[in-house]
Each structure stands twice: as structure tokens, then as C-alpha cells.
């Protein structure tokens, strides 16, 4: 069993960074997958990163060389850095846990919980 609670979003001008955090709640975080997936409104959520249980990580093509991931297993938190942002990164990020090995970690239906989401505004 996994609680998780994002922080860190707010509003920030075109080509500045944030930095998110997932703080993780429960004794299996280690044996999760972590990922982050964003929502805007009136589209679907979409896959962002995945940092999977070996520290092995994996971005969608619109972040990648932007944002990085990274999980500390000692203080059962996951992190986003965003930097370089742009208008179209605008929208409420989760941060996601998987549990099963396996399974396609871009699917957003096989993440088994879920934060609450924290906003991110990015201004042109």
C-alpha cells in the first residue's frame, strides 16, 4: 500500500524550471515503479517519465532533455525537475505508482496509485 502526495507546482514564465516531489507513505516503495503522467483539462492524462524500481528511467519525446527524474529510495520520495519549460507543459501532474513488473509503463491504467495532482502554469 502506497500514499502519495505531490508538491512543488506553481506558475512560472516560459523557460524557467520547477521542481516537483512525490513524498511516498507505506513500507513497499522500493518495490514500485514510479511515474509521472500529466492532465490538462479536456485531454487525456499522458505519460511524462518513468523511473522504475532498478533507477532505470525512460521519457516521452516532449520532455526529454528537459526533465529529469530521479527517486530516493531512503526518503521514499520521487522527484521531477523541469527546466526549459514551455507553455504546453501547463497542466496538473501525478505522480503514479506501478506495481507490476512488466506492464506498460506508459499505460496510465497500470499504475496502481495515485497523488492528488499539483498544478503547473507556465506563462509565455
Known amino acids: 500500500q502506497v500514499q502519495l502526495v505531490e508538491s512543488g507546482g506553481g506558475l512560472v514564465q516560459a523557460g524557467g524550471s520547477l521542481r516537483l516531489s512525490c513524498a511516498a507513505s507505506?513500507?513497499?516503495?522500493?518495490?514500485?515503479?514510479m511515474g509521472w503522467f500529466r492532465q490538462a483539462p479536456g485531454k487525456e492524462r499522458e505519460f511524462v517519465v518513468v523511473?522504475?524500481?532498478?533507477?532505470?528511467?525512460y521519457y516521452a519525446d516532449s520532455v526529454k532533455g528537459r526533465f529529469t527524474i530521479s527517486r530516493d529510495n531512503t526518503k521514499n520520495t520521487v522527484y521531477l525537475q523541469m527546466n526549459s519549460l514551455k507553455p504546453e507543459d501547463t497542466a496538473v501532474y501525478y505522480c503514479?505508482?506501478?506495481?507490476?513488473?512488466?506492464?506498460?509503463?506508459?499505460?496510465?491504467?497500470?499504475?496502481?496509485?495515485w497523488g492528488q495532482g499539483t498544478q503547473v502554469t507556465v506563462s509565455s
Open positions: 503514479a505508482a506501478k506495481f507490476a513488473s512488466g506492464t506498460i509503463h506508459y499505460n496510465a491504467k497500470n499504475y496502481n496509485y
Open positions: 507505506g513500507r513497499a516503495f522500493s518495490f514500485y515503479d
Open positions: 523511473v522504475w524500481r532498478s533507477d532505470s528511467t
